[in-house]
T-cell receptor, first 114, second 114 residues
């Protein structure tokens, strides 16, 4: 258990509505990540953060934005949800130094966009 | 650019039989390799990792993996599986130029048959 929580754990929303997912860590790790998991694709990186207010895009960032105003919280926002964003979203932190970094994952958020 | 291939999307195996889950990667620089396991409705849990040193890596739950640089492979093995090993297994790679980003394979679903 790397002290990562995600909220909400499940959410159903309608197309066009904004949605914010929260990732919270208790150990002040610098790097945090948001992934989405879809059948046949494994995990794909959406955005990541390397410090407070320092974020960068991942492989599938279109339609998503992130914010990190505190070390412990990393928020993922879908500005206007679409059905293609129905997925399971995982937050991760990176533990270790340099090449020894290893990612640890939260329990996930299941999002259904109708 | 890195990529990860898991050729077997589904692997059924009888209880107490051995299993091998295949993983191949492509990268032009030194790599770091990981296997994660995901039990139903849970997040990803690190099984084992290869950073350097011995090419045979032992992980949790009796799993091991061998790094083969010439074949660019990192296959996961267990000599005798249990029902509780039924899960999704993901191979992942990062490298010395981008160790803060991890690329995941599409996953292999292991089903242990009683």
């Amino acid at each position: 258990d790397a002290g990562i929580t995600q909220s909400p754990r499940h959410k159903v929303t309608e197309t066009g509505t904004p949605v914010t997912l929260r990732c919270h860590q208790t150990e002040n790790h610098r790097y945090m990540y948001w992934y989405r998991q879809d059948p046949g694709h494994g995990l794909r990186l959406i955005h990541y953060s390397y410090g407070v207010k320092d974020t960068d895009k991942g492989e599938v960032s279109d339609g998503y934005s992130v914010s990190r105003s505190k070390t412990e919280d990393f928020l993922l926002t879908l500005e206007s949800a679409t059905s293609s964003q129905t997925s399971v979203y995982f937050c991760a932190i990176s533990v270790g130094q340099g090449a020894k970094e290893t990612q640890y994952f939260g329990p996930g958020t299941r999002l259904l966009v109708l | 650019a890195q990529s990860v291939t898991q050729l077997d999307s589904q692997v059924p195996v009888f209880e107490e039989a051995p299993v091998e889950l295949r993983c191949n990667y492509s990268s032009s620089v030194s790599v770091y390799l990981f296997w994660y396991v995901q039990y139903p409705n849970q997040g990803l849990q690190l099984l084992l990792k290869y950073l350097s040193g011995s090419t045979l890596v032992k992980g949790i739950n009796g799993f091991e993996a061998e790094f083969n640089k010439s074949q660019t492979s990192f296959h996961l093995r267990k000599p005798s599986v249990h029902i509780s090993d039924t899960a999704e297994y993901f191979c992942a790679v990062s490298d010395e130029t981008s160790y803060d980003k991890v690329i995941f394979g599409p996953g292999t679903s292991l089903s242990v048959i009683p």
